[in-house]
């Protein structure tokens, strides 16, 4: 039986479909035909019955039953002398000693069973039942008590019951008949029902077909390009199966086009420091092997400018870092933050990145859900911009109000048409690209605040300047913690 279900599991879809809706077909074919049959049985019994009831209804004459119980006696082969009562078939006594003789115009004997010899010991009132005569021919018996009519009235005979019976043989054939009519039947019903079954789940199956043959076209070609057409109006599962394919097919591709993108931007952002890198390395080395010194301060410069640009490299390096981590990396860090103690420490960075600018701070306790060093950083990358593009001398204003952060410093300002852009990967305006950065800093800001529930916004300060609006979902004090639970003694 495993071997045949781990043979089935082994088919194909469609195979499986047909035999299972055959087999339903099958089933139910049979069930209806078992049962017409044994009701049309059951239907002709009930006719013959009534048959050999009506042909025994009457009593039987006084004089003829005692002729007859004598010659049974003598002989149990002799049939009753003409002129006795006919009846239709088979008619005979049967005495409760189990010996019986023919009666009326009977000419065959009908084989006696111990329901008959009960009958004529009045321990049953009647018997129907099937029997055979002594050719061995079908019949259907009747056995019922001898009524006579005597000079004092009806009575009935002890020990000895009357058997009647008719043959079975044209019901037999009809019910054969419908038997083989029933089977045949029921042997196209379930070859029909097969094929249909195979029909509706090609049918059924063609969106699968389909999407199989779409799975294999991209696993071979790598085209993510690629859709499968869906009705507006479907609502199958087949048709929200193909919504999901063409969903993640098209989130794929745009994965793909944004990491050729990333992969793009960030060559072309390393290629700049990496050359000027190169070219210092390589005029230290060339003084180095011709023997002749570089001047002191040229020198120093030399050096100033590699740290700066190897400074610059490791910065562009982990911002890849931070945006190449995957969404289960982060979900594995979050936790409760104090946004009032991340805004503080970072802070204490900007104020020693810009010691020359005033930093004026105003804060109020906020939590929220974030990963703490993700969230730090990018609190450090709002003030970073704020303290580049600051004046010498000049103020920065952050202040923290039921969970919104707002960095303002007093700079030139974005100009309007670059707003749109300042959080693109690697995007950095005309005017600050002569600054140090990889223009991935406000990129990771965008995407921390985002992974926090909360949103980020910059806009032009009225007076001039930017202002940076950071605004995270959160309460003014901590969650209460889960209980622990007591441990099992």
């Given at each position: 039986m495993k071997k045949l279900v781990r043979r089935f599991r082994t088919l194909p879809i469609r195979a499986r479909l047909s035999m299972l809706v055959a087999a339903a077909v099958a089933f139910a074919v049979a069930a209806v035909s078992v049962t017409c049959w044994f009701i049309v049985q059951g239907k002709l019994y009930e006719e013959l019955n009534n048959d050999l009831e009506q042909g025994s209804s009457r009593a039987q004459p006084a004089q003829l039953v005692a002729a007859?119980?004598?010659?049974?006696?003598?002989?149990?082969?002799?049939?009753?002398?003409i002129g006795g009562p006919r009846f239709k078939g088979y008619s005979q006594l049967v005495q409760s000693n189990g010996k019986s003789c023919l009666y009326?115009?009977?000419?065959?004997?009908?084989?006696?069973?111990?329901?008959?010899?009960?009958?004529?010991?009045?321990?049953?009132?009647?018997?129907?039942?099937?029997?055979?005569?002594?050719?061995?021919?079908?019949?259907?018996?009747?056995?019922?008590?001898?009524?006579?009519?005597?000079?004092?009235?009806q009575y009935i005979v002890n020990d000895t019951a009357l058997m009647i019976a008719v043959s079975l043989k044209s019901t037999q054939a009809t019910l054969n008949e419908l038997a083989l009519i029933l089977l045949l039947v029921s042997g196209v019903g379930v070859l029909g029902a097969g094929a249909a079954g195979l029909a509706v789940a090609r049918a059924g199956l063609r969106p699968v077909d389909e999407l199989t043959e779409a799975v294999e076209h991209v696993a071979r070609t790598e085209d993510l390009g690629i859709r499968i057409p869906v009705e507006d109006d479907a609502e199958d599962e087949i048709a929200r199966l193909s919504r999901s394919f063409n969903s993640m097919t098209a989130s794929l591709a745009n994965s793909r086009e944004l990491q050729q993108q990333l992969i793009a931007d960030a060559g072309h952002e390393l290629r700049t420091p990496l050359t000027s890198l190169r070219t210092n390395i390589e005029l230290l080395t060339r003084s180095e092997e011709t023997g002749r010194p570089i001047p002191a301060a040229d020198r120093k410069a030399l050096l100033a400018s590699v740290k700066a640009q190897m400074t610059e490299l490791a910065s562009l390096i982990g911002d890849l870092q931070e945006l190449s981590r995957s969404e289960g990396q982060r979900g594995e860090r979050v936790q409760v933050v104090s946004l009032e103690d991340t805004v503080e420490a970072a802070l204490r960075r900007a104020r020693l990145r810009g010691p020359e600018l005033t930093i004026n701070a105003?804060?109020?306790?906020?939590f929220t859900r974030a990963e703490p060093a993700a969230l730090e950083r990018a609190v450090v990358n709002i003030l970073d911009n704020a303290v580049k593009f600051s004046p010498d001398g000049g103020t920065i204003d952050v202040q923290l109000t039921g969970g919104t952060l707002t960095v303002r410093d007093h700079g030139p300002g974005i100009p309007e048409?670059?707003?749109?852009?300042?959080?693109?990967?690697?995007?950095?305006?005309?005017?600050?690209?002569?600054?140090?950065?990889?223009?991935?800093?406000?990129?990771?800001?965008?995407?921390?605040?985002?992974?926090?529930?909360?949103?980020?916004?910059?806009?032009?300060a009225q007076g001039g300047g930017t202002v940076a609006t950071v605004r995270l979902p959160g309460a003014p004090t901590p969650p209460p913690e889960a209980p622990e639970a007591p441990e099992t003694p």
């Open positions: 007859a119980l004598d010659t049974c006696a003598q002989s149990p082969s002799d049939a009753f002398p009326g115009s009977s000419t065959a004997l009908v084989k006696v069973t111990g329901s008959d010899k009960n009958v004529a010991e009045k321990q049953q009132e009647k018997v129907f039942r099937n029997g055979v005569d002594k050719d061995g021919n079908p019949v259907r018996v009747l056995t019922m008590p001898l009524i006579v009519d005597g000079a004092d009235g105003h804060l109020e306790p906020w048409d670059e707003l749109p852009h300042v959080f693109d990967r690697f995007w950095r305006s005309p005017s600050a690209r002569a600054l140090p950065g990889s223009g991935l800093g406000l990129s990771i800001v965008a995407r921390t605040v985002e992974q926090a529930g909360g949103d980020v916004t910059l806009a032009r």
